[in-house]
C-alpha cells in the first residue's frame, strides 16, 4: 500500500484525494492545510487534517507528498523545501520557469535523497509527453497546440482581481479553421490571436464601470492583449447556474512528412476532453505517484519530469496483465 499526503485542500486537491479512492493499493495518511485545520472538512472518512506547519513530523510515514499548491507563489518555494523530506509531486505549469523550478528542486532533492516530479498534469505532463514522442517520431515537421474550450484558472482570477469585478469564468476556445489548419498537413505559421479567442464572464459589482472593466481586461498584458476577447457580462445566479463547473481539455497536434521525396503526409493528434480540469489532473498526480514511489525504492533521487517515468511505473496492473492485455 503506498501512503500518500496532500498538502493544501483546493480544487486540485479534492480530485486528487478522489482518485487515491480510485486506487485500491494507495491510501491517503494526512492532509496539511494552511487554515484552520477544523475548518477544513475533507471527503475520506477517519483521514486527519493538519497544520502546514506539522507536515516534517509524518516524514516517516508517508510515501509520496503531493502538493496541490498554485504555480505563481506557492510550489516555486514549497516544492524545495518539501523534496528535504519526502519524495514529492507538483503541477508547476508556469513553462518558462521550469528549468529554473528543476534546478531548485533537483538540489534540494539530492541533498537528503529524496525523489520529486514536477510539472505533472495534462500540460505540462501528457501533452507534453506528446509532444516529444510526435517529434521524434516525424522530426521534419510542426507541433501545434491547442486548449479548450475549458475554464482557465489564472485567467479567471486575473480577472477577478479588477475593481469592481466579484466574479469571473475565462474560457480559452481554439479556433476551428486554425485547427482544421494543422490537421491539413500544410504547417501553416498561425499566431498567438489565429490559434485562440477568450471569452470572460463578468459579474460586476452594482455601480461598477462595465466599459472600464471591459478594457482592462481586453488591454492586459500576458493574458488578454495578444487575443480576441469577448466580454460579457451576466448575474451572480447565472454564474452559478450555468458556469460553475470547470471543463476543459485540448489537442496536440504533429504535422509532419516521410518518404525520401518527403511526399507523405502522417499527423499525429491526442486529445483530450475533460469534465473537471482538477479531477484529471488528480488523477495523473496519483497515478504519477505510484511510478514515483515505485523509483524511489529503486535508489532513485533527485528531480524527474513526465520524461523520465517508464510507463509500466504508472500503471497498477502486472506486467504479465499489461504485456496480455495492452501491448
Known sequence: MIKIGIVGYGNLAK?????IAQNPDMALV??????????????????????????????????????CGGSATDLPEMTPEFAKHFHVIDSYDNHVRIPAHFA??????????????ISAGWDPGLFSLNRLYASAILPE????????????????????????????????????????????????????????TRLCYVVAEDGADKTEIEKQIKTMPGYFADYDTTVEFITAEQMQQEHAGLPHGGSVIRSGVTGWSREHRQIIE?????????????????????????????????????FDL??????????????????
Open 15 to 19: 480530485g486528487a484525494e478522489c482518485a
Open 30 to 67: 494526512a492532509v496539511f492545510t494552511r487554515r484552520s485545520p477544523e475548518t477544513v472538512k475533507i471527503a475520506t472518512e477517519d483521514v486527519p487534517v493538519y497544520p502546514l506547519s506539522k507536515a516534517a513530523d509524518f516524514a516517516d510515514r508517508i510515501d509520496v507528498m503531493l502538493l
Open 104 to 117: 531548485r528542486v533537483d538540489t534540494s532533492a539530492k541533498e537528503t535523497g529524496h525523489l520529486a516530479l
Open 141 to 196: 515537421g510542426k507541433d501545434y497546440t491547442f486548449w479548450g474550450k475549458g475554464v482557465s484558472q489564472g485567467h479567471s482570477d486575473a480577472v477577478r482581481r479588477i475593481d469592481g469585478v466579484l466574479d469571473a469564468r475565462q474560457y480559452t476556445i481554439p479556433v476551428e479553421e486554425a485547427m482544421e489548419q494543422a490537421r491539413s498537413g500544410s504547417n501553416p505559421e498561425l499566431t498567438t490571436r489565429q490559434k485562440h
Open 270 to 306: 491526442y486529445k483530450l476532453s475533460l469534465d473537471s480540469n482538477p479531477e484529471f489532473t488528480g488523477s495523473a498526480l496519483v497515478a504519477c505517484a505510484r511510478a514515483i514511489f515505485r523509483m524511489a525504492s529503486r535508489g532513485e533521487t533527485g528531480c524527474r519530469t513526465i
Open 310 to 327: 517508464a510507463p509500466a511505473d504508472l500503471s497498477a496492473y502486472t506486467q504479465d496483465y499489461i504485456l496480455e492485455h495492452m501491448l
